[in-house]
């Protein structure tokens, strides 16, 4: 953990730099093979619409708690499935509360009803005033995703309109609706490619991860804006300056991401390997997909793709003309000292030749008699 700290200590000081910036063209690459993938499964594969949009039969079954087990909603789901029914091939039969089992499949005639009717009632005992029929008609599903679309299209344009009112630049707008689409394409073509099935859940999930992806984008934005408020001052250009945003928020960005992932993950783990089905494994999978590509797009798409749109604006390019002169001064500064030294039509003066060391003298080593004071020569 004290090498993270250090690292991250580095990252934001500019000790150690990741050029996020300078290596679109890389990271943009690795999106396009991304969203190849997930349009590869969305049109190749398909969504798997579950009984809410797509239409069918829900049974309700009414056991006491100890029969509400997932080893209940397991022999179910097996026996109605060798019944033979086209239409009941793959039911889906979930845990309802404490005291209910759901089993929904696609829409069956009357001797089809009557069939899994009775295979409900000799799996878990129940009689027919404990189970309940109900008819799903699609039109239900039509109304939930239209307003789901409606509800994405409100939070699209106040998206746009909060992130030009904040930052007072309509390309981050653009470019974190970019991020936003990014996103929302990897995750309901993994989600196609899964097989899972979407539910109203899922689209808990999708809507849900807009928010997620936004905030992570407006706080690396808002660091690039502090970093260029004033280049001239700084002495940097515009694509440095937000490359150093970038790396300044990196930690902080993984940590977000880990700490959000981890109970998703563990909630994902749940629904599919303990549980086998139910709305919970497909909100997890939405989520979980959808945090992750929201962390990879904030960080190697929406800053560098910030950075491109404002390339050409004309203080961007005063800022990379003045930062390109300065570079060069101060290699031709670091260079003068040694051109001074033994050019030609430079004087060269002799330097003084040593002095010689002064003998001493005979007179000088010989003893000199000590001198008696007066008092003694007048005793004398």
Same mark, same amino acid.
Request: charged share 20%; glycine share 8%.
């Given at each position: 953990?004290?090498?993270?700290?250090?690292?991250?200590?580095?990252?934001?000081?500019?000790?150690?730099?990741?050029?996020?910036?300078?290596?679109?063209? !890389?990271? =943009?690459?690795?999106?396009?093979?991304?969203?190849?993938? +997930?349009?590869?499964?969305?049109? +190749?594969?398909?969504?798997?619409?579950?009984?809410?949009?797509?239409g069918g039969t829900e049974y309700a079954v009414t056991l006491p708690a100890d029969q509400v087990t997932q080893d209940t909603a397991d022999r179910l789901r097996e026996e109605i499935a060798a019944l033979g029914i086209e239409d009941a091939e793959q039911p889906v039969v979930t845990t309802s509360g404490a005291e209910a089992i759901?089993?929904? &499949?696609?829409?069956?005639?009357?001797?089809?009803?009557?069939? /899994?009717?009775?295979?409900?009632?000799?799996?878990?005992? +129940? &009689? *027919?005033?404990?189970?309940?029929?109900?008819?799903?008609?699609?039109?239900?599903?039509?109304?939930?995703?239209?307003?789901?679309?409606?509800?994405?299209? /409100?939070?699209?344009?106040? /998206?746009?309109?909060?992130?030009?009112?904040?930052?007072?630049? #309509?390309?981050?707008?653009?470019?974190?609706?970019?991020?936003?689409?990014?996103?929302?394409?990897?995750?309901?073509?993994?989600?196609?490619?899964?097989?899972?099935?979407?539910?109203? *859940? &899922?689209?808990?999930?999708?809507?849900?991860?807009?928010?997620?992806?936004?905030?992570?984008?407006?706080?690396v934005f808002d660091k690039v804006r502090e970093n260029t408020a004033d280049l001239r001052a700084r002495r940097t250009t515009y694509a440095r300056a937000a490359n150093l945003a970038v790396n300044q928020t990196l930690v902080r960005s993984i940590n977000t991401t880990v700490v959000a992932l981890l109970p998703v993950a563990a909630?994902? #783990?749940?629904?599919?390997?303990?549980?086998?089905?139910?709305?919970?494994?497909?909100?997890?999978?939405?989520?979980?997909?959808?945090?992750?590509?929201?962390? =990879?797009?904030?960080?190697?798409?929406? !800053?560098?793709?910030?950075?491109?749109?404002?390339?050409?604006?004309?203080?961007?390019?005063? *800022?990379? @003309?003045?930062?390109?002169?300065?570079?060069?001064?101060?290699? @031709?500064?670091?260079? +003068?000292? *040694?051109?001074?030294?033994?050019?030609?039509?430079?004087?060269?003066?002799?330097?003084?030749?040593?002095?010689?060391?002064?003998?001493?003298?005979?007179?000088? @080593?010989? &003893?000199?008699?000590?001198?008696?004071?007066?008092?003694?020569?007048? @005793?004398?």
């Amino acid at each position: 953990m004290s090498r993270f700290s250090r690292l991250g200590s580095a990252l934001y000081e500019g000790e150690v730099s990741v050029d996020f910036v300078g290596r679109r063209r !890389t990271w =943009y690459a690795v999106s396009a093979v991304l969203i190849v993938i +997930a349009m590869f499964g969305l049109f +190749a594969k398909g969504l798997n619409f579950g009984i809410e949009f797509e239409g069918g039969t829900e049974y309700a079954v009414t056991l006491p708690a100890d029969q509400v087990t997932q080893d209940t909603a397991d022999r179910l789901r097996e026996e109605i499935a060798a019944l033979g029914i086209e239409d009941a091939e793959q039911p889906v039969v979930t845990t309802s509360g404490a005291e209910a089992i759901l089993v929904q &499949t696609e829409s069956l005639e009357l001797d089809e009803v009557d069939r /899994v009717s009775a295979v409900i009632q000799e799996v878990t005992g +129940a &009689t *027919a005033d404990d189970l309940s029929l109900s008819n799903i008609g699609a039109s239900w599903g039509r109304d939930i995703i239209e307003r789901a679309v409606l509800g994405l299209v /409100v939070f699209l344009v106040l /998206v746009v309109l909060f992130i030009w009112a904040y930052f007072r630049e #309509w390309k981050a707008s653009v470019a974190s609706l970019v991020a936003l689409g990014h996103d929302v394409v990897i995750t309901v073509g993994i989600y196609a490619l899964s097989g899972f099935e979407v539910s109203p *859940a &899922t689209v808990t999930g999708l809507l849900t991860i807009l928010g997620f992806s936004l905030y992570d984008t407006v706080v690396v934005f808002d660091k690039v804006r502090e970093n260029t408020a004033d280049l001239r001052a700084r002495r940097t250009t515009y694509a440095r300056a937000a490359n150093l945003a970038v790396n300044q928020t990196l930690v902080r960005s993984i940590n977000t991401t880990v700490v959000a992932l981890l109970p998703v993950a563990a909630i994902l #783990w749940v629904g599919v390997v303990q549980l086998g089905s139910g709305s919970l494994k497909d909100l997890a999978l939405a989520l979980f997909v959808g945090m992750a590509a929201g962390a =990879y797009s904030s960080i190697f798409i929406a !800053t560098p793709l910030l950075v491109q749109l404002k390339s050409g604006e004309k203080e961007i390019r005063l *800022a990379e @003309k003045r930062a390109g002169s300065r570079r060069p001064r101060a290699g @031709k500064a670091a260079q +003068a000292p *040694a051109k001074t030294g033994g050019t030609s039509g430079a004087t060269s003066r002799p330097e003084p030749a040593p002095a010689r060391p002064v003998r001493a003298s005979a007179s000088a @080593k010989r &003893t000199q008699p000590s001198r008696q004071t007066r008092a003694k020569r007048g @005793k004398r």
